[in-house]
């Protein structure tokens, strides 16, 4: 309820709010808002969305490890695409000259906006209830609960961007879903998500300049 409730108040207010910085803000402070506000309710600590640092040596550790890992797979995913001769499905579009302002956008309200949701807020709750897979298979339960998670992320990008490619997005969801449940802290999340938001961005920038 809590998803549909932010879903359907981001699509309210960008409808009005067309253009300027306070529809820049709309996404970032709905999202937020719909995470902490629950908590908040309850009488619980903000950590409980994964708001700490905990384990910060491992989650540091975890990051490195993913991007050398994920990060190569996708560039040869956009090399071979050059290669035929098709456009990607996601093409990222940053005006010249404003490259900065995108990259301090993506961290600070587009990754921590996002993951503190997504992640923070819906992986959370989804750990804390109890069913009897949990107890019996744990780990079953975790990547259930990764899949699931990842699910929502990509529909609410197809319903947010009115683009049924934005589908894709449930890939990366998996792995920043499975980067919060191995270190129970949005730090890798976060900066997973954002670096590869980048990466693709100059990725595909570099690659596919035909195309624009």
């Known amino acids: 309820?809590?998803?549909?409730?932010?879903?359907?108040?981001?699509?309210?207010?960008?409808?009005?709010?067309?253009?300027?910085y306070a529809?820049?803000?709309?996404?970032p402070v709905v999202l937020t808002g719909a995470a902490l506000v629950p908590a908040l309710i309850r009488g619980e600590k903000i950590t409980v969305v994964g708001l700490h640092p905990r384990r910060m040596r491992y989650s540091l550790l975890l990051l490195s490890i993913t991007c050398l890992t994920v990060f190569p797979v996708v560039w040869g995913g956009?090399?071979?695409?050059?290669?035929?001769?098709?456009?990607?499905?996601?093409?990222?579009?940053?005006a010249e000259g404003q490259w900065l302002g995108w990259v301090l956008y993506q961290f600070?309200?587009?990754?921590?906006?996002?993951?503190i949701f997504f992640r923070g807020y819906i992986v959370s709750r989804l750990l804390q209830w109890q069913p009897p897979?949990?107890?019996q298979r744990p780990r079953v339960w975790h990547a259930t609960i990764i899949?699931?998670?990842?699910a929502v992320f990509a529909l609410a990008h197809i319903i947010l961007l009115e683009n049924i490619l934005s589908v894709l997005t449930f890939f990366p969801g998996l792995v920043l879903g499975w980067l919060f449940i191995r270190t129970r802290s949005l730090v890798?999340?976060?900066?997973?998500?954002?670096l590869a938001n980048i990466f693709y961005a100059l990725m595909a920038a570099g690659i596919f300049v035909s195309f624009r």
């Open 188 to 194: 890798a999340p976060i900066l997973f998500h954002a």
């Open 78 to 94: 956009l090399l071979l695409l050059e290669v035929i001769g098709t456009r990607p499905p996601i093409l990222p579009a940053v």
């Open 147 to 150: 899949i699931i998670s990842a």
């Open 1 to 20: 309820m809590v998803t549909i409730a932010a879903v359907c108040l981001i699509r309210v207010l960008n409808s009005v709010l067309l253009s300027g």
């Open 23 to 27: 529809g820049l803000l709309v996404v």
């Open 133 to 135: 897979l949990a107890r």
């Open 108 to 115: 600070f309200y587009v990754a921590l906006a996002e993951e």
